[in-house]
């Protein structure tokens, strides 16, 4: 009897224990505490549609997508102006709705038809958009809050609510790498290396897509 009550507290109080864990993980974010603390804003959503993107409709039909997928383009030599002059050039291999960087969120495909960007089944149900690799503390805090700011304004846009799908393959919030561990079709693991590697370099601890997700939903709640 001894042993068992041991053995109940002790899963108890490892359960106390993973459960703080995991809040202080997303509420201790450096990246986003510095976004706090230096009142750093979203910039606005520059649309430069190019109509030489092929237009398909979603799965459920013309401006139906059922969520968004984040990307990093995992090029550390590129900027966003080369990367959509390559993205135009290059289409039929793949292309997204938007690229954002430290300054920009550019729009450039239409987001009522499916982009090419992670494979079937996603294409035919998700908005999607690259982030470049930006290199400094303050570009890389504020591209995570041009992609939290745009992923949220997007959700409203299209009537969907907030909900990370890296737990269980179901929501409408999606990493590249969340849809090739649920839905196949793509393996890629992007955005969560670019993450780990530039949290590390500039906050001294690694960023991820459960910590952009916190800034998602802060910004889904502001928008109206
Ligand atoms: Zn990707």
């Known amino acids: 009897m001894k042993l068992n009550r ?7 109080f490892i359960g106390v224990l993973g459960f703080c864990h995991g809040t ?21 959503v520059s649309k430069r549609i190019w109509h030489g993107f092929p237009k398909y ?16 383009t995992g090029n550390p030599n590129s900027n966003i102006f080369s990367e959509i002059a390559y993205m135009k050039r290059n289409y039929s291999n793949g292309f997204v709705h938007a690229f954002i960087d430290g300054t ?12 090419w960007g992670a494979g079937y089944p996603a294409n035919a149900r998700f908005l999607q958009f690259e982030q470049v690799e930006v ?9 995570a809050a041009n992609a939290a700011y745009f992923t949220a304004k997007l959700l ?27 839905l196949g079709g793509t393996d890629h693991t992007d955005p969560d290396g670019y993450y780990k590697t530039a949290g590390r370099r500039y906050f001294g601890q690694a960023y991820s897509m459960a910590q952009l997700y916190q800034l998602i939903k802060q910004d889904y709640g502001k928008l109206n």
């Open 156 to 182: 409203k846009q299209y009537h969907l609510k907030p909900n990370d799908a890296a737990y269980d393959g179901k929501g409408t919030v999606w990493s590249h790498h969340a849809v090739s561990q649920f």
């Open 104 to 115: 920009h969120i550019i729009n450039i495909a239409n987001t009522n038809y499916l982009a």
């Open 24 to 44: 202080a993980d997303a509420s201790t974010s450096m990246v986003n505490q510095y976004i706090a603390m230096h009142h750093i804003e979203p910039v606005a």
């Open 57 to 72: 409709r979603y799965r459920h039909g013309f401006k139906k997508p059922e969520g968004v997928v984040v990307h990093e």
């Open 135 to 143: 290199h400094s503390k303050k570009q890389f805090a504020k591209q």
């Open 6 to 12: 041991f053995v109940v507290m002790g899963a108890v």
